[in-house]
């Protein structure tokens, strides 16, 4: 594993151990040359993916990049880290077992969608007006609406 801090191709694994949700080995790294320490995760990957996004185009699915998004929809609101990343390798998990190589952008967005609905409906109602593209307030009373029946539902 490569030095962030001086990009020597040469660091010593000092500790390694499972994620706090076992989908993941966290090992924390130390770097012989500049002495800098850092820590890298290694996750199992069942297949490589594919996202088919709304134009057409095919890019490699970017687990970090769903994370980014989760954390701006997720950002100063009392959810715990944890949590988060729970949400984040179940959807992972779900979308490797589809069986498919390549998957729509909205099936990935929707399912985001339901794992945010869970955790925090403020967070919900964030990445509902970037996903489907919020363009009146009227918008917005339509999908709090949506989690005001949901709740008198349950």
Known sequence: MRCPFCGNADTQVKDSRASEDNSAIRRRRACP????????????????LSV???SGRR????RDKLA???QVALRKRPVEAERIERMISGIVRQ???LGETEIKSEQIGELVMEGL??????????????????????????????????????
């Open 59 to 62: 890019t490699v699915f970017d």
């Open 33 to 48: 040359d500049c002495g800098g320490r850092f820590t890298t995760f290694e996750r199992v990957q069942l297949r490589e």
């Open 117 to 154: 609905k869970t955790l925090d409906d403020v967070a919900y109602v964030r990445f509902a007006s970037v996903y489907r593209n919020f363009r009146e307030a009227k918008d917005f009373e339509n999908i709090i609406g949506e989690l005001a029946a949901d709740e008198d539902k349950a």
């Open 52 to 54: 088919i996004k709304r």
């Open 95 to 97: 979308l490797e077992s």
């Open 68 to 70: 980014r998004s989760v």
